[in-house]
């Protein structure tokens, strides 16, 4: 196996045969030839040559024993790397798709989650420019970047499904994979105060179990739990946009969370 791998500062590190080498630098002979050389370059002389990814040439003997476990740690860290600069998930969704299949002796000297998510945010906050957090929902703005979710490499989204608009009334509504909830037998959702971000009071968050796990698929930011007649517009957009399996759950939801508007013209 040999694949490039990025350091915590994004310089390149190459991995293989189980051994990671440091980028040293690029041959004054040909500037397609990169030269590598032990990451344990105080007790290991081994080099390599490659050229356009391929090694091309190994040099000198390797003085210590190969690890496979940590050198798949650094390769799933340079995997969530690379997909926080590609997508927009979650740091947990994406930390989740690339844990897959990896090792049990790897998740035993893996980093904790927390790392791992922190990786992530740094990463997206790198790549979109994120603007510093507002004091209040006057000063809340949504950059058109992160109005767009990307699942995949070319491919994107709407993921600001409904932007309710300034003020003290200003409600959220984020959709991702919106196929996937269509297609699972198996729908969990759930209204919660603890995790919501500072400007909004609930977070109501919808769940569809696929793919041998459970994904988040839509997120509510809820300034209150007072109902007022705004949010018949919110409901609408969002209706208009769901397709026709979901129309059941979104009833529910505003039975439940707001009251359904009397279609006879009283209040709610």
């Known amino acids: 196996m040999a694949e490039e791998v990025l350091t915590k500062r994004g310089k390149e590190n190459f991995a293989h045969n189980g051994f990671l080498y440091i980028f ?4 004054k002979v040909g500037s397609n030839l990169k030269l590598w050389r032990c990451e344990q370059n105080n007790r290991c002389k081994a080099r390599l040559h490659t050229k ?21 740690v650094t390769l799933v860290k340079t995997k969530i790397k690379k997909r926080a600069e590609e997508t927009l998930e979650s ?27 922190k990786i992530i945010r740094r990463k997206h906050n790198s790549v979109m420019n ?10 809340l703005f949504v ?3 992160y109005r767009i979710y990307l699942p995949q490499p070319g491919v994107d989204e709407n993921f600001l499904l409904c932007d309710g608009g300034r ?7 984020f959709r991702s994979r919106a196929g996937s909830l269509v297609t699972s037998d198996m729908w969990f959702a759930d209204g ?12 109501y968050v919808i769940l569809a179990k696929k793919h041998e796990g459970v994904h988040p698929i839509v997120y509510a930011l809820l300034p209150n739990k007072q109902c007022t007649t705004y949010i018949d517009k919110y409901l609408d957009a969002l209706a208009t946009e769901l397709p026709q399996e979901l ?19 009283n209040g709610r």
């Not at 003020?167 to 509504?173: C, S, V």
């Open 192 to 203: 919660t105060f603890s995790i919501a971000p500072n400007l909004f009071s609930q977070i």
């Open 247 to 265: 129309q059941d759950l979104l009833s529910w939801f505003e039975d439940t969370y707001v009251g359904r508007q009397n279609r006879r013209g």
């Open 143 to 145: 950059p058109e970047c």
């Open 91 to 117: 740091p947990t969704v994406a930390v989740n798709e690339c844990l897959v299949h990896i090792s049990q002796a790897s998740l035993a000297v893996i980093p904790n989650m927390s790392a791992l998510r």
């Open 24 to 27: 040293d630098k690029t041959s």
């Open 167 to 173: 003020g003290p009334d200003w409600i959220l509504i």
């Open 130 to 139: 994120a603007p510093t957090n507002p004091t209040d929902l006057q000063q």
């Open 52 to 72: 356009a990814g391929e090694v091309v040439r190994e040099l000198n003997s390797r003085s210590h024993e190969a690890s496979a476990a940590q050198l798949q």
